[in-house]
Structure formats: C-alpha cells, structure tokens
C-alpha cells in the first residue's frame, strides 16, 4: 500500500509551478525527497498536508483523498514537522511537545496518562527530556530542532513528514536523528518521508527517493541506485565522483559546479 499518492499534480503559487507530479510514496519505509533550493520540496509537503490545495490533480493519504479527511482524523494520520525557522514565544520544551497531543484532546479530559506517556516518550526518543522545563526560544537551533521533531512524533500518527530534520544540527547530531528515525521506522512501522539535502544520509538511511527541479519530480526509485553521477549532473549540475564503498556504504564525492 502507498502511504501518499499523488496524481497529475498542478500548483500555481506565486511565479512558481508544481507540474504533474505524479507519485507513490512506500507505506512503512523512509522516503528521501531532494532536489535543489527552491525546486519545490516544502511546497509538495504542503500539499500532502491540506496547507496548499493543488489546482488540479488528487491527493490520496492512506488510499483516501485529502479532501476527505476531518481535521482532528487527518491530524492523527499524519504529522508535519516545517522548515520554519519562526521562534516560538512563552511555551517550555514540555508544553510544546505536548501541543503534538492536541487531536486527542476531548473536552474536559485535559491530559490523561496516556498523553504524559507519549510526551515523554517523545522527548526520550529525541534527547530533549533534559531540556523539559527550558523556554524553548532560549535553546540553541539544534536543540529546537529536536524538540520540534519530538512534538511531531508525540502526534502519534502513521506517517511524519519532516522538512530538513537535520539542518541546524553538527554531524553527530545528525547521526543520531537518522539513526532515531531508522529506529522509529522499524519500532512502530511509521511512515516518514523527509526532505534532505545531505544526498549520502538519503542514500544510506532511506528506502526510497524522490528527486526534484524546477517544480517536476526527475525521478523516484531506489537511492544507492538512483544516485549516480549521472544523476548528480542533470539534477544539481555538479561533477561528482559516487562509489559504493563496503558492499552498502554510498559516498559521494562533489568535485566541481559545471
Ligand atoms: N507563498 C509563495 N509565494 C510566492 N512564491 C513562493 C511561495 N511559496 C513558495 N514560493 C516559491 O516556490 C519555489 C519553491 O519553494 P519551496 O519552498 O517549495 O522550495 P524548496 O525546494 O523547499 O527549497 P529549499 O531547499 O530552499 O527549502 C521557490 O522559488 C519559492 O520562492
Ligand atoms: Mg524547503
């Protein structure tokens, strides 16, 4: 089963177009979108979360379209953690994770144990507990980052959209939220599809990968095999050296702009 499929997508906005994208993202695997800046990966999110609508074409989340969904059942299905670097004014790391919580939220019921469980969980997961009760504008920008992504995924839903989860974070803290992600993935079978631009983290941590420019999707398939030098060419116009070192290490080389 697809998690999200796309139909024959058509977005205008601005002096920008999303142009017949068309596309079956895995269910349960860790889907890479990439491309360069500006070819339209925040703006296909968008798309697949209702926060743009396209002008023509379907989107199906869980083989149901968007159109479809209620707001509290979509916000249960599936999480989006954005790109936006906007701070976030008078809310502790806890209570922001604890926002993820909102679509369960009854009336009268104000947290119950199961929340404080997730919510704890959430910031387990992301090593942001120690952080519980700091001002969340007073964290440096990967320890944002990480408490972003931990109220995310206290949404507790089938598939999590992440829009550059690693940026802002040294290379050791991008490790770890791969390896946490991998994890996640296999844990809770969670579909996650995230934008990255680091093409060596989609090749060696994703199942699957969506490349795009200029608004079109160039190409979807298997990263260790669609990442080529070729590839590195005709998508970023790069000369790149690619090897795949130990039977299943992808390492890319950029050598020069042409
Ligand atoms: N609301 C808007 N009004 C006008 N133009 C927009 C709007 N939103 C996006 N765009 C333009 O659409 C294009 C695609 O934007 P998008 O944010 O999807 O790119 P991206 O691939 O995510 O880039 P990056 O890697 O820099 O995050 C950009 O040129 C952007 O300026
Ligand atoms: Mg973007």
Redesign the pocket.
């Known amino acids: 089963m697809s998690a999200i499929e796309t139909s024959q997508v058509h977005l205008h ?4 177009q999303l142009k017949n994208v068309t596309l079956s993202i895995p269910s349960e695997k860790i889907t890479a979108i990439v ?10 999110l ?1 798309t697949m979360t209702r926060l743009l609508v396209p002008d023509q074409g379907e989107v199906l989340v869980q083989d149901k379209p968007l159109p479809q969904y209620k707001t509290m059942e979509f916000a249960k299905t599936v999480a989006l953690m954005t ?1 936006s670097k906007h701070t976030i004014p008078n809310l502790t790391v806890g209570e922001l994770v604890a926002y993820g919580r909102s679509p369960y939220k009854r009336l009268f019921d104000h947290s119950n144990q199961e929340d404080k469980d997730i919510v704890q969980w959430a910031m387990e997961v992301t090593h942001t507990l120690r952080h519980e009760n700091r001002m969340f504008h007073t964290l440096s920008g990967g320890e944002q980052q990480k408490a972003r992504l931990a109220m995310a995924l206290a949404q507790k839903t089938n598939i999590i959209l992440l ?2 989860p690693t940026t802002f974070l040294d290379i050791a803290h991008q490790l770890d939220v791969m390896e946490m992600l991998v994890k996640i993935n296999q844990a809770y079978r969670m579909t996650i599809i995230m ?1 990255l ?1 680091d093409l060596q983290q989609a090749a060696n941590y994703c199942h699957y990968l969506v490349a ?1 420019k200029k ?1 079109e999707i160039q190409k979807t398939g298997n990263p260790k095999e669609v990442i080529t030098a070729e590839f590195l060419k005709d998508i970023y116009q790069i000369e790149a050296k690619v090897r795949l070192e130990d039977e299943d290490y992808v390492n890319i080389m950029p050598l020069r702009k042409l």
């Not at 906005?13 to 920008?16: A, D, L, T, V, Y």
């Open positions: 906005i601005g002096g920008f491309g360069p800046n500006g070819s339209g990966k925040s703006t296909l968008q790109q829009d550059e934008v631009h795009m608004g």
